[in-house]
């Protein structure tokens, strides 16, 4: 199994952003920090550097000109970046999100280690897919990095055995005891081949496909991340919150 080192980070930017309303992609929305502004998706790219990634996959449509213009190769921040596109989903054809998406990179990351992390979310500590990646490379499937939520219904929340072991996602519960969401994940090759065959079969959410490899006998396993702090950017009410964060 290759080390954690040779990871390659998967980010998905084919989302529309249609609920912020920009004239630009979601993905380069402008924080400001101590070394003047960044766009959000930056900040994804830095933390999974900041794992020793050296590869990562953009996941855009044909709309991500801006994008690509903005990150290119990725020399500047120390990564090697390549771009898929994602085909456009049709009115009527079938779509899977998420899944769709993860498994567009499939190319990729074949074979690989993968860190994954989303585009338009605020994440903490900068080390935060460090100890995923760790677990993987001690014989874990799939690693889920938990933090707190007040709004379990925005999220993907995870039930978690006192080992660590997960028992099950809970996707946007209506109502759950539940307290810990994961936002970030990292995963084994095998995974990443059970994450394709399932998508090649029968295309389902994530949240089902995670459940399906738990129930396949793959191990999955939760981790706190440790000072953890999560902020997603996907409603005007959430971009009004990132000031919540002090941004390197």
Known sequence: MPPSGEAVGIVPAAGKGARLGLPFPKELWPLPGVH??????????????AASVTRLAFVITDEKAALIRHFRSGA???????????????????????????????????GRQVAFGMPDTLVSPRTCFVSLLAAVDEGADLVLGLFETAEPEKFG?????????????????ERTDLSLMWGIAAWSPDFGDFLHRTMSDAPTDFASVMNAAIGAGLDARAIRVEGGRYLDLGTPGDVGRAGEFTLP
Do not use: H, W
């Open 36 to 49: 003047g502004f960044r766009p959000v998706a930056q900040l994804t790219v830095e933390n999974l550097v």
């Open 76 to 110: 500047a921040l120390g990564v090697e970046i390549v771009y898929v596109c994602q085909e456009a989903v049709s009115e009527t054809s079938r779509s899977a999100g998420l899944s769709d998406a993860l498994d567009a990179a499939y190319p990729v990351a074949r």
């Open 157 to 173: 929340m995870v039930d978690v055995a006192a080992d660590g072991r997960v028992r099950e996602i809970v996707d946007k519960p």
